[in-house]
C-alpha cells in the first residue's frame, strides 16, 4: 500500500519539474528578445534634415491691374522750314533718335550767308562814320565854346552824330536778322525725340511762312502720355484709405 501511493506522488512531483523547466526556457527566450529591441531602441537618431528659417514681417505690397491703352507722347513737334529755298541735304533717317539741336536739312545758304556778309560790311562802315562824326561833334563843342564857330555848326555836327549812331543800330538789326535767316537755313531739332519719315527730299523747294510744308514730325519719348480707361471700383479701391480726389 505504501509503494502505491508513493508513485502517486511522484508523478506530479515529474509534471512539476517540466514545467519550472519550459518556464525557464520561456524566460530565456523572452529575455532575449528585450535585449535586442532595446539595442535597436539605442541607436543614435539620423541628424536633422537643416532648413531655412525667415522671420514674419509686416510690408507694403503692390497691386498691379492691366489696363488697354494708347500711348502718346508728351511733346511733339513738326518740323516746318523757316526760310525759303532749294533743300540740299536730309541729314536724318526714317525713324532715327536725335537729340534738340541736330541739324536735320539744309536749305541752300548761299544766300542767306551773302546777305550776311553785306550787312556785316554796312555795318562797319557805320561804325567808322559814327567814329568821324563823334570827333566832328567834339571838335565843334570846343569851337562853339570859344565862339570860333556858330551854334548852327555846332547843331549840324550833334546831327550828323545822331544819325551815324541811328545808321549803326540799324545795321547790327540787320546782320542779326540776316543771321538768324542762316542758320534757319541749317534746319535743327528742336527737341529730343525720334523723327518719323522724311517727307521732304533734296531738291524739293520750299516756301517760309504759315503753308510751309512738313520736313518731318519729332515725339519725346523721354516721358510719354498713357490714356487707358478706368472703373470707379478700381479707381476708389487704388487711392486706399488716404486717398484723395
Known amino acids: 500500500m505504501q509503494s502505491r501511493s508513493k508513485r502517486k506522488i511522484l508523478l506530479p512531483a515529474a509534471v512539476?519539474?517540466?514545467?519550472?523547466?519550459?518556464?525557464?526556457?520561456?524566460?530565456?527566450?523572452?529575455?532575449?528578445?528585450?535585449?535586442?529591441?532595446?539595442?535597436?531602441?539605442?541607436q543614435p537618431a539620423p541628424p536633422a534634415?537643416?532648413?531655412?528659417?525667415?522671420?514674419?514681417?509686416?510690408?507694403?505690397?503692390?497691386?498691379?491691374?492691366?489696363?488697354?491703352?494708347?500711348?502718346?507722347?508728351?511733346?511733339?513737334?513738326?518740323?516746318?522750314?523757316?526760310?525759303?529755298?532749294?533743300?540740299?541735304?536730309?541729314?536724318?533717317?526714317?525713324?532715327?533718335?536725335?537729340?534738340?539741336?541736330?541739324?536735320?536739312?539744309?536749305?541752300?545758304?548761299?544766300?542767306?550767308?551773302?546777305?550776311?556778309?553785306?550787312?556785316?560790311?554796312?555795318?562797319?562802315?557805320?561804325?567808322?562814320?559814327?567814329?568821324?562824326?563823334?570827333?566832328?561833334?567834339?571838335?565843334?563843342?570846343?569851337?562853339?565854346?570859344?565862339?570860333?564857330?556858330?551854334?548852327?555848326?555846332?547843331?549840324?555836327?550833334?546831327?550828323?552824330?545822331?544819325?551815324?549812331?541811328s545808321d549803326v543800330s540799324r545795321t547790327k538789326a540787320k546782320l542779326e536778322l540776316a543771321e538768324i535767316e542762316l542758320d534757319h537755313a541749317y534746319v535743327k531739332a528742336p527737341i529730343d525725340g525720334r523723327v518719323s519719315r522724311v517727307e521732304l527730299t533734296v531738291g524739293n523747294q520750299v516756301n517760309a511762312g504759315a503753308n510751309a510744308p512738313v520736313l518731318t514730325t519729332i515725339v519725346s519719348t523721354d516721358k510719354i502720355y498713357a490714356d487707358f480707361d478706368l472703373d470707379e471700383q478700381t479707381f476708389f479701391a487704388s487711392l486706399g484709405d488716404s486717398g484723395k480726389i
Open 49 to 165: 534634415t537643416p532648413v531655412t528659417v525667415s522671420g514674419v514681417k509686416s510690408q507694403s505690397v503692390r497691386l498691379w491691374s492691366n489696363f488697354s491703352g494708347r500711348l502718346s507722347a508728351v511733346e511733339e513737334v513738326q518740323l516746318r522750314p523757316q526760310v525759303s529755298g532749294a533743300i540740299v541735304e536730309i541729314r536724318f533717317e526714317d525713324g532715327q533718335q536725335v537729340k534738340k539741336g541736330d541739324i536735320l536739312a539744309v536749305i541752300d545758304p548761299r544766300s542767306y550767308q551773302a546777305a550776311v556778309d553785306e550787312a556785316r560790311a554796312e555795318l562797319a562802315a557805320a561804325r567808322q562814320n559814327l567814329s568821324l562824326a563823334a570827333k566832328e561833334k567834339e571838335r565843334a563843342e570846343k569851337l562853339v565854346s570859344n565862339g570860333t564857330v556858330s551854334k548852327r555848326v555846332y547843331d549840324e555836327r550833334l546831327s550828323a552824330y545822331q544819325v551815324a549812331q
Open 16 to 42: 512539476m519539474a517540466l514545467a519550472v523547466a519550459a518556464g525557464g526556457y520561456g524566460l530565456h527566450i523572452t529575455g532575449s528578445a528585450a535585449d535586442e529591441v532595446a539595442a535597436q531602441t539605442e
